[in-house]
């Protein structure tokens, strides 16, 4: 039995999947690594099938035509055969001691019968460019090392956000969710995190900096220009995630969940908002401003939430000039916090 399948979905990853690769072959024959090559037109593909090669009890390898991110983990999904599912970017890597503890947490949680639906893990910033690291952890927000449900759980705070580095799902709770990603579109690990959590009945975290996530490339899908570049995707992504879920149906059920996705709602709408005022044109305008009705018309308490919310008020200064000063701080706080 496999307990985690790893999926890597890679598109002409050939100068970095080894470092991904190596790091997950540490966690040993209890693991299987799904490798996507997603029409790579590099060595990718020639690379994954030579890891499938060397290691046919652990690595499996699936070439498609080009689908994108979200195309990647669905495939990764419905071959998977472990009882947790985790997507690990090709241009990333997990922690090789940590993740021994991982697989050793994970053995014995199946072994006594239990599989919470959903495991947290700290993760790392790895700033290419200075060098520097900044670690992600959950401690002040969830038990260390029991099984809880969210009403266990503190709110998370606005920089605390949960991102795919830090989650693991389990395998058939994702399957029995329909999580579905859209294809050819970037940004969706935003909704692989948001979509199934109000089916996560049971969590269980372990304050391990597991995750290495790598950042500060100039290619890289979360770098400034690139993100302005591509902002009607995070917009996509972004509508997708509103009709998604009746936030105000989350809340009857649980006011530590609804919290923990409005806030994930607000960040996707900040972000939105803040790359549409750097586009610095009236169509962009507009677009923000669309944005902006389509949430009142949606639900005119979670507008008003949103709007005059911390995060939010600095989006909603009036003019070029509200506009400019929105950009500075977002600048500024990407300057503090480094988040791409």
């Not at 060397?54 to 499996?60: K, L, N, T």
């Not at 090392?145 to 606005?158: F, Q, V």
């Not at 995707?233 to 989350?250: C, E, F, G, K, W």
């Amino acid at each position: 039995m496999k307990l985690v399948s790893f999926a890597v979905p890679c598109y002409n990853s050939a100068a970095y999947m080894d470092r991904c690769l190596n790091s997950l072959l540490a966690a040993g024959d209890e693991a299987e690594i799904i490798i996507i090559d997603d029409g790579s037109t590099d060595d990718t593909g020639r690379i994954a099938d030579e890891y499938a090669r060397r290691h046919p009890s652990i690595v499996r390898v699936i070439h498609q035509e080009n689908g994108g991110h979200g195309a990647g983990v669905n495939a990764g999904l419905a071959a998977s055969e472990g009882v947790y599912y985790k997507v690990v970017d090709s241009d990333d890597r997990l922690d090789e001691d940590a993740i021994k503890t991982y697989m050793r947490t994970i053995r014995a949680l199946v072994k006594a019968g239990k599989t919470p639906d959903m495991l947290v893990t700290n993760y790392v910033y790895d700033h290419v460019e200075d060098h520097s690291s900044k670690i992600m952890r959950y401690t002040s927000i969830f038990p260390t090392e029991e099984i809880c449900t969210w009403e266990d759980t503190n709110s998370l705070h606005s920089s605390q956000y949960l991102m795919m580095h830090a989650v693991t799902y389990r395998r058939q709770m994702l399957i029995d969710c329909k999580l579905e990603l859209p294809k050819h579109t970037f940004y969706v690990d935003n909704i692989y995190v948001y979509y199934p959590q109000p089916y996560v009945e049971s969590i269980y975290y372990m304050n391990i900096d597991l995750y290495r996530y790598y950042i500060g490339r100039s290619d890289q899908s979360v770098n400034e220009k690139v993100m302005a570049s591509r902002v009607d995707q995070q917009l996509r992504v972004t509508y997708i995630m509103i009709d998604s879920h009746d936030l105000n149906a989350i809340k009857a059920k649980s006011k530590v969940l609804y919290k923990n996705m409005f806030c994930a709602i607000s960040m996707m709408i900040t972000v939105s908002t803040i790359f549409l005022y750097l586009a610095d044109d009236e169509d962009s305008v507009k677009k923000r401003d669309d944005l902006w009705e389509y949430v009142k018309k949606k639900d005119k308490h979670i507008y008003r939430m949103l709007r005059y919310m911390t995060l939010n008020v600095f989006t909603n200064f009036p003019g070029y000039q509200g506009r400019k000063l929105s950009v500075t701080l977002y600048r500024l706080a990407r300057k503090i916090y480094k988040f791409n």
